[in-house]
Structure formats: structure tokens, C-alpha cells
């Protein structure tokens, strides 16, 4: 990006994703396999960048949310197994197979369906099997009453013609959370799916290669159920490791400027709905950044950010395009002074927290407009 072009920039660091990826494989059994989790462009960092770094580190699967995202890769160079974890219409099946893109499988409707139109041309379509185990979102239902009828419908999704049946996963719904009942939960979430996997196996001879549950938060807090594969989505961002033992480095940093600053006195109401009035006179610094550009309005007087030596509060309604912070205290801050709105400086927790949400909605709302500066390994 052109110096004089820069209004507000997202910054990220390729070295760290490298980091991030080597510190977690470290983590792992030698033969679990490492799926990175690049969808909603991966999480803000851009989805082929991120993905080209995965595979030549040596990762071994990307996992993405729709079929456009998987293309995205294919056009762009990369070559490694991806697997599509939300649903893909019938007509596109065509398209998977000569991508070599791999398709989740939710139930056996799905399954059928998908089956039928692979039969009418003869493909072959490499899928793996979502187990409900209490994420009550997508997947065979297999808990409690459901449980025999779960494993009868895996087994006869996996034995209809054109479906390869390649993996088998769940998702945890509160593995990222403490506390003894949501250790409980995650524990009978990871109890139900090998029971299941092996029902499977036993009364239908159904075998999967690769069997995935853990994602951030089990691959911190519960290692051994690693199985096959894991699929770290926060934590190779650089954040989600409260334990500190993998030494995980952010690697974003979301950055704008200062385009004007003006001096007002005691008593100024400042922007929308006159919801911060000046206590002193004040040096107000307006920053290029709003909310079209992912900054949560939810976040206005609640929030401070990076600025000169120090953190200047944020103060008014946050608009769509731009917003004020308080530079009275920050007298070497000047018209043209970068402002870190979140990075090493500026934390994205508190942030998120202003805004009464998790780290990965702040990231994953950067939006489009927001230039993408690499730094390259």
C-alpha cells in the first residue's frame, strides 16, 4: 500500500501464523494431522494468503464454510485436501469431485440426495460424516433415544453408491469453557462420538481414516482426544491458549490515523445522539475508522486505544466512517499518528469485551474495504 494511500489498514504477520502452526504440531501426537480452519477468509487474515502458509509448513487439510470459499482456494493455487463443513446444493457435485473437495455429510436425506445425483453420473464423492453430539446444530442425531437410530442411519449413509466415506467428526460446544459441568459436557460430547464411531464399525463395518473433534479449545484443554486430526481455528490466529504453554503470537493488528484534531471546551457534546459531553477542555482526535470498517459501535465510550506513549479513551457515538478519541493527555500525537485499535498494544479481548463479544466476531468483521498488509515469512 501506497504511504500517502493509508486511511486504515489491517496488518498481518505471516511469521506468526508460521509460529502459531509449528507451536501447536509440536503440541501433538506424530501422527495427528493438523486441519486448518480458514473460512470466513480466515478470519479476517485472508483465506489464501493463510492457507498458501499452511501448505508450505506442511499442513495437512483447510477446512472452509461453503463451496465459494473452496474455490477461492483452488483458483488461487492451493492443492491440499479441503473440506467443506456447511452444506453444498445437489447440482454442485460435479464441482467437488473435479475440485477434489471433500463434503461434509449432515444426515441421511443429505446423503441420499447427494448419492442419487453422483449415481445419475457416475462420480465418486469423497465425504466426512458431522456427528450431533450436543452442539444441537448440524450432524446425525445420536444422543440418548437417538442413538440407535443415529449409528442405522450413519452406517446406511455410508454404504450408498457415488459416497466415499473418508472421516467421521463432531464439534464441542464449551470445550473452550471452565468450570466442572462444562468439563462434564465436553467429556460426554467426546464419550458419544467414539461410542458411536464404534457402533458403527461393529454392526456395520463402516471404518473412517480420520477422526476429528478437537478444535481450539480441546486441543488446550483436552489433548487426548486429538484422535487423527485436530482443527485449531482461534488458536492459530494467536489467541484462545490460557494455558501459555503453546506461546502463541497474535497476528493481526488492526491500525488507522489520525486525520483531524480539535480543541473544544468544557460542555461539547460530541457526535450522535449527544451521548459523550466534554468535563475539560479537551483535545479530540478524529480517526479514520467506523463501523463500516468493522470497529463495533456497541464499543463507543466504552473503549481506548493504542495511541503515541499511552492509550487515549474513545469518546461519542462511533459513526459509520469515522470515530473521536480523547487526545488531551497525549500531547505527542499528532495529525497523520498511527492509532492501534487492537494488536500488541491494544488488546482485543478488551475490545471484544466493550463490545459484548468474542475476539473472533472482531476479526471476522474487519470488513472488505480494509486494505490487508502482509508481512511475509
Known amino acids: 500500500m501506497i504511504e500517502q494511500e493509508k486511511r486504515t489498514w489491517a496488518e498481518i504477520d505471516l511469521e506468526n501464523i508460521v509460529h502459531n502452526y509449528q507451536s501447536i504440531r509440536a503440541q501433538l501426537p506424530s501422527s495427528c494431522r493438523f486441519l486448518g480452519v480458514v473460512k470466513a477468509n480466515a478470519y479476517g487474515h485472508g483465506a489464501v494468503p493463510v492457507a498458501q502458509v499452511l501448505q508450505s509448513q506442511g499442513a495437512d487439510y483447510l477446512a472452509v464454510s461453503c463451496l465459494d470459499e473452496a474455490m477461492?482456494?483452488?483458483?488461487?493455487?492451493?492443492?491440499?485436501?479441503?473440506?467443506?463443513?456447511?452444506?453444498?446444493?445437489?447440482?454442485?457435485?460435479?464441482?467437488?469431485?473435479?475440485?477434489?473437495?471433500?463434503?461434509?455429510?449432515?444426515?441421511?436425506?443429505?446423503?441420499?440426495?447427494?448419492?442419487?445425483?453422483?449415481?445419475?453420473?457416475?462420480?465418486?464423492?469423497?465425504?466426512h460424516i458431522a456427528l450431533d453430539t450436543g452442539m444441537s446444530r448440524l450432524g446425525f442425531l445420536c444422543?440418548?433415544?437417538?442413538?440407535?437410530?443415529?449409528?442405522?442411519?450413519?452406517?446406511?449413509?455410508?454404504?450408498?453408491?457415488?459416497?466415499?466415506?473418508?472421516?467421521?467428526f463432531t464439534h464441542f460446544s464449551v470445550s473452550d469453557e471452565p468450570g466442572e459441568d462444562n468439563e462434564r459436557y465436553t467429556r460426554e460430547q467426546f464419550r458419544l462420538f467414539c461410542a458411536v464411531i464404534d457402533a458403527v464399525q461393529s454392526r456395520g463395518g463402516v471404518t473412517f481414516k480420520i477422526r476429528h473433534c478437537a478444535?481450539?479449545?480441546?486441543?488446550?484443554?483436552?489433548?487426548?482426544?486429538?484422535?487423527?486430526?485436530?482443527?485449531?481455528?482461534?488458536?492459530?490466529?494467536?489467541?484462545?491458549?490460557?494455558?501459555?504453554?503453546?506461546?502463541?503470537?497474535?497476528?493481526?493488528?488492526?491500525?488507522?490515523?489520525?486525520?483531524?484534531?480539535?480543541?473544544?471546551?468544557?460542555?461539547?457534546?460530541?457526535?450522535?445522539?449527544?451521548?459523550?459531553?466534554?468535563?475539560?477542555?479537551?483535545?479530540?482526535?478524529?480517526?479514520g475508522v467506523g463501523y463500516a470498517d468493522g470497529l463495533p459501535r456497541l464499543c463507543s465510550n466504552r473503549c481506548s486505544f493504542a495511541a503515541g506513549d499511552g492509550i487515549a479513551p474513545q469518546r461519542g457515538s462511533i459513526c459509520m466512517d469515522l470515530?473521536?478519541?480523547d487526545l488531551t493527555d497525549r500531547p505527542?500525537?499528532?495529525?497523520?499518528?498511527?492509532?492501534?485499535?487492537?494488536?500488541?498494544?491494544?488488546?482485543?479481548?478488551?475490545?471484544?469485551d466493550a463490545a459484548?463479544?468474542?475476539?473472533?466476531?472482531?476479526?471476522?468483521?474487519?470488513?472488505?474495504?480494509v486494505p490487508r498488509v502482509y508481512k511475509r515469512f
Open 143 to 168: 444422543a440418548n433415544d437417538s442413538f440407535d437410530s443415529g449409528v442405522e442411519n450413519v452406517i446406511r449413509a455410508c454404504r450408498l453408491p457415488g459416497l466415499v466415506p473418508e472421516g467421521v
Open 323 to 325: 470515530c473521536m478519541i
Open 332 to 352: 505527542e500525537v499528532k495529525v497523520g499518528s498511527e492509532v492501534e485499535l487492537f494488536g500488541p498494544k491494544s488488546s482485543l479481548t478488551a475490545l471484544s
Open 72 to 127: 477461492e482456494l483452488r483458483e488461487n493455487g492451493i492443492g491440499m485436501p479441503i473440506l467443506i463443513l456447511g452444506h453444498t446444493p445437489v447440482e454442485f457435485m460435479r464441482t467437488l469431485i473435479e475440485n477434489d473437495i471433500t463434503q461434509t455429510v449432515t444426515n441421511l436425506a443429505k446423503a441420499e440426495e447427494y448419492s442419487a445425483e453422483l449415481t445419475r453420473f457416475g462420480g465418486e464423492l469423497k465425504i
Open 215 to 287: 478444535n481450539s479449545g480441546a486441543v488446550v484443554h483436552y489433548p487426548e482426544m486429538a484422535l487423527d486430526m485436530v482443527r485449531p481455528g482461534l488458536l492459530l490466529y494467536g489467541y484462545g491458549d490460557d494455558s501459555g504453554r503453546f506461546s502463541l503470537k497474535p497476528c493481526m493488528r488492526f491500525v488507522t490515523k489520525v486525520t483531524t484534531i480539535k480543541l473544544y471546551p468544557a460542555g461539547t457534546d460530541v457526535s450522535y445522539g449527544r451521548r459523550f459531553t466534554t468535563e475539560r477542555p479537551t483535545r479530540m482526535g478524529v480517526l
Open 356 to 369: 459484548h463479544t468474542i475476539p473472533y466476531e472482531l476479526m471476522c468483521a474487519v470488513s472488505k474495504r
